[in-house]
């Protein structure tokens, strides 16, 4: 088979990477890939970002299937062109992937369908937003409706802090503050069934001791470590199923991914937020430990046969730490050369670097993943530690309490 695979972070390279794994895959295109996917086993850059275009080189090239890693072509509807012209795609559709695009919408989707989540009101206007805030005990949470990169969310302590997000906003949810844990649950849906991946816990804030501003994510762990069985069951109960209900009674029709953000608190799994991709870095840490050929889940979600396959998985941990330019997620520089060494365990997969004569430089924000299973979670946060410390990658900074 071939694979068109949409995106250029760490996510898509390890998606690229796990489909490289099968036997039944002989090419992936990446449009428009980075420097892992330039040097990975079967991968190959494109450099076509326009949906039309791509879809025109998927029909022309006979790509099989075309995957989408980012949100932004979901919200803006790659995966209905793609459809129109007869091809085969997993995403969300346009319709479908408003339940990531608009918070607003989630949450009234989350009500209707008496999905359990965070006491909530949504503002489109600010004054009255703020009349709402002075009123309200905080801390308090605060979401600006559209995409923002996993960066749109504030937890804030005071009304003063409060008032400076929301007038930077066009519409806001304002929602209760849940005390609890987070857990990240991927999931493959074919709108007749969602099969959950393993979980997994992201660490979002920038620096050591979950201090500093949110990011895209600066590692993760998977399998969550606090999320027990009951606490499966309460999210299958109380939140997987009324989601599938809730996807047929709108009738939405798509293969793809749906990304459960939790809060699990002294009463149990609450929905914090819908995405409708997979996760960066939690696709890193969770694909290295899936058994099942990869490409035979996207198409048997492709064909709507999900309820015939089983995921099996490794009865191991994985830990992802990121590398990112100093500076992220504010202001930093880029063009900074790297070396990577060739880990005899674990994978490196690259987030934002290109490679420029044979050589890889530094070109975003989040620019390495070091993704490493073990045994055991010590084992496996050992090991992506002792990787980094194998890399040579200047103006860099990293989390030194992943797993920890």
């Known amino acids: 088979m071939k694979f068109l695979v949409i995106g250029s972070g760490g996510r898509e390279h390890a998606i690229s990477w796990k489909l490289a794994e099968s ?21 190959e850059n494109i450099n076509i970002t326009d949906y039309y275009e791509l879809a025109d080189f998927a029909a022309r090239m006979g790509v099989d299937y075309t ?3 980012p949100e932004l072509p979901l919200v803006e509807g790659i995966v209905d062109i793609f459809r129109d012209k007869g091809l085969r795609i997993i995403g969300a559709d346009k319709k479908a992937a408003m339940l990531e695009g608009s918070k607003s919408y989630a949450k009234n989707f989350m009500k209707k369908y008496g ?3 965070a006491e909530y009101e949504i503002f489109e206007d600010m004054e009255e937003a ?20 996993g960066k749109g969310v504030l937890v804030s302590n005071s009304p003063d802090e409060s008032l400076d997000k929301i007038y930077k906003c ?13 857990v990240s649950i991927l999931s493959i849906t074919d709108c007749k069934t969602i099969l959950p991946f393993l979980s997994a816990k992201d660490h979002k804030q920038a620096y050591d001791g979950n201090i500093g501003p949110n990011t895209g994510g600066m590692g993760v762990v998977s399998p969550n470590p606090f999320f027990s069985e009951n606490h499966f069951h309460d999210f299958e109960k109380n939140i997987l199923i ?9 009738n939405m029709d798509f293969c793809g991914i749906i990304f459960f953000g939790l809060m699990v608190t002294e009463k149990g799994c609450h929905l914090l937020e819908y995405n409708m991709r997979m996760g960066d870095p939690e696709t890193q840490a969770v694909l290295p430990l899936l058994k ?13 046969k999900l309820n015939e396959i089983e995921p099996e998985w490794k009865d191991s ?65 050992g090991e992506a530690y002792s990787i980094i410390d194998k890399i040579q990658f200047e103006n860099s900074f990293f989390r030194k309490d992943i797993g920890r």
Do not use: Q, W
């Open 292 to 304: 099942t050929d990869f490409s035979d889940l996207l198409r048997s979600a492709h064909e709507g």
């Open 130 to 149: 703020a009349k709402y805030l002075k009123s309200k005990k905080h801390p308090v949470v605060i979401k600006s409706d559209g995409l923002e990169g």
């Open 67 to 69: 995957f989408v890693g």
């Open 23 to 43: 036997e039944k895959v002989d090419k992936i295109y990446c449009a428009p890939g980075n420097g892992g996917t330039f040097l990975e086993n079967k991968c």
């Open 317 to 381: 941990s994985n830990c992802v730490v990121v590398l990112a330019s100093k500076g992220y997620p504010g202001k930093y520089e880029t063009g900074f050369e790297i070396t990577l060494p060739d880990p005899k365990k674990g994978k490196i997969f690259v987030s934002g670097a290109c490679i420029k004569e044979n050589r890889m430089f530094s070109s975003g924000g989040r620019v390495l993943s070091v993704s490493s299973c073990g045994n055991n979670l010590d084992e496996a946060v």
């Open 242 to 250: 009324p989601t599938l209900e809730g996807l047929k009674n709108e």
């Open 170 to 182: 066009d519409k806001v949810v304002i929602e209760e503050y849940l005390e609890g844990f987070e």
């Open 115 to 117: 999905i359990r989540t």
